[in-house]
């Protein structure tokens, strides 16, 4: 598939050059829809955006590795992020979508073709809450693998769910820094708690997610994002979330990679942050 000749026209070059072994620790692929269907179920249908349409990304962004997070719009059918894994399974990893219908050997599968995680949606415009007593059979099913599962949560739940969240017996990710709205400041509870969680040893957060808690040039998310890597700098992630599902405004993720030296200004900082934290999560090289 040829990638559309218009689609980087209008993305600018980054002026932060990436460390060798970047990575975009949350990213998607959807479709192409007639090789790899949408859910039924969908709450939203996204246009395409290939394997080849990420690779190109990729290529002109200087990243060098990813972890494709399965959407909810392709539901439990996880091929199109195995495909896109498996065209280059060196540089990359996968999340994928499960439910309890999942038996042994398909999670051995999903190991195989690069899976290390499992993500469950909380928010609102997902669906909310998953069954929690599908969620937990899950757990029980992924935690002596050594893989982890991925949390997308609103705000507002990150208070109520902290009790549940601080038992999992497993590490963690926090989605998009909670989806903390940036223009309440570093002093609103949802992000006291989600400061208080990153002290866990089994907790690790992105720092992705800028596009969506602020509006260009994502000056209000610096903050926020700054004392979550300051809590934790061994611990977080970061991310690009092409091709921004569900997203208020176009974004070009040059603006995105250009905020990682007001996240982390310390070259070492910025290395743990794009190298060493997703390599040691996810297993590369």
């Given at each position: 598939?040829?990638?559309?000749?218009?689609?980087?026209?209008?993305?600018?070059?980054?002026?932060?050059?990436?460390?060798?072994?970047?990575?975009?620790?949350?990213?998607?692929?959807?479709?192409?829809?007639?090789?790899?269907?949408?859910?039924?179920?969908?709450?939203?249908?996204?246009?395409?955006?290939?394997?080849?349409?990420?690779?190109?990304?990729?290529?002109?962004?200087?990243?060098?590795?990813?972890?494709?997070?399965?959407?909810?719009?392709?539901?439990?059918?996880?091929?199109?992020?195995?495909?896109?894994?498996?065209?280059?399974?060196?540089?990359?990893?996968?999340?994928?979508?499960?439910?309890?219908?999942?038996t042994d050997p398909d999670f051995d599968k999903l190991h195989a073709g690069g899976v290390r995680g499992v993500r469950f949606n909380f928010v609102k415009h997902l669906g909310?809450?998953?069954?929690?007593?599908?969620?937990?059979?899950?757990?029980?099913?992924?935690?002596?693998?050594?893989?982890?599962?991925?949390?997308?949560?609103?705000?507002?739940?990150?208070?109520?769910?902290?009790?549940?969240?601080?038992?999992?017996?497993?590490?963690?990710?926090?989605?998009?820094?909670?989806?903390?709205?940036?223009?309440?400041?570093?002093?609103?509870?949802?992000?006291?708690?989600?400061?208080?969680?990153?002290?866990?040893?089994?907790?690790?957060?992105?720092?992705?997610?800028?596009?969506?808690?602020?509006?260009?040039?994502?000056?209000?998310?610096?903050?926020?994002?700054?004392?979550?890597?300051?809590?934790?700098?061994?611990?977080?992630?970061?991310?690009?979330?092409?091709?921004?599902?569900?997203?208020?405004?176009?974004?070009?993720?040059?603006?995105?990679?250009?905020?990682?030296?007001?996240?982390?200004?310390?070259?070492?900082?910025?290395?743990?942050?794009?190298?060493?934290?997703?390599?040691?999560?996810?297993?590369?090289?």
């Amino acid at each position: 598939m040829n990638v559309h000749p218009g689609f980087l026209a209008k993305r600018r070059k980054p002026a932060f050059k990436l460390p060798p072994g970047s990575c975009d620790a949350h990213c998607h692929v959807f479709g192409p829809g007639d090789k790899f269907p949408y859910a039924p179920q969908r709450r939203y249908t996204p246009q395409d955006a290939p394997k080849e349409m990420l690779a190109a990304l990729h290529a002109h962004l200087g990243v060098d590795r990813a972890v494709i997070v399965q959407a909810s719009c392709h539901g439990t059918d996880n091929a199109a992020m195995l495909d896109c894994i498996a065209s280059d399974p060196k540089r990359y990893r996968g999340v994928a979508i499960v439910d309890d219908s999942f038996t042994d050997p398909d999670f051995d599968k999903l190991h195989a073709g690069g899976v290390r995680g499992v993500r469950f949606n909380f928010v609102k415009h997902l669906g909310g809450a998953p069954d929690m007593a599908v969620f937990n059979r899950v757990i029980g099913r992924i935690k002596g693998r050594g893989w982890h599962v991925v949390l997308h949560v609103d705000a507002p739940d990150i208070v109520p769910l902290s009790g549940m969240i601080r038992k999992l017996p497993l590490p963690f990710v926090i989605d998009h820094m909670g989806r903390v709205p940036s223009s309440a400041g570093v002093d609103q509870p949802p992000l006291r708690a989600l400061t208080e969680l990153s002290r866990l040893e089994n907790c690790w957060i992105k720092v992705c997610g800028s596009e969506r808690i602020s509006m260009p040039p994502y000056a209000a998310a610096v903050p926020i994002a700054r004392a979550l890597v300051e809590a934790a700098p061994s611990r977080v992630l970061w991310g690009t979330d092409f091709p921004h599902p569900n997203a208020t405004h176009e974004a070009d993720e040059a603006d995105l990679v250009d905020l990682v030296p007001q996240f982390a200004a310390p070259p070492p900082l910025q290395r743990s942050l794009l190298v060493d934290n997703p390599a040691r999560l996810y297993g590369f090289g």
